[in-house]
């Protein structure tokens, strides 16, 4: 079964900058997409990037100019930059079986653990 371990959350004033990494088992051999979402307390889970199979990427307007996806080998980053306090959630890797880069939960098969982000205003 696919392993996803995320880090590099944390507190950081607003306008500041982190950089997520997904790790992914180096097992795997089939293609997947990889998406990151995040939770905010009361709210609904929801997708803030995604890059499919084919390396096309998607962006929450949230956050569109502000973060980006990249990856490389079995790594995935979200580097977010002048982040607000609307940022603030936990931050959820996840990834789908030859997936297209769908920004909906519901359509990706593992997830990480979550990793805090916390942006101070």
């Known amino acids: 079964e696919m392993q996803l371990v995320e880090s590099g959350g944390g507190l950081v004033q607003t306008g500041g900058s982190l950089r997520l990494s997904c790790a992914a088992s180096e097992e795997i051999s089939w293609p997947y997409a990889i998406g990151w979402f995040r939770q905010a307390p009361g709210k609904e889970r929801e997708g803030v990037s995604t890059?499919?199979?084919?390396?096309n990427t998607w962006y929450a307007d949230s956050v569109k100019g502000r973060f980006t996806i990249s990856s490389a080998a079995y790594t995935t980053y979200l580097q977010m930059n002048s982040l607000k306090p609307e940022d603030t959630a936990v931050y959820y890797c996840?990834?789908?079986?030859?997936?297209?880069?769908?920004?909906?939960?519901?359509?990706?098969?593992?997830w990480g653990q979550g990793t805090q982000v916390t942006v101070s205003s």
């Open positions: 996840a990834a789908a079986r030859y997936g297209l880069g769908s920004s909906s939960p519901d359509h990706y098969d593992y």
């Open positions: 890059i499919s199979i084919h390396g």
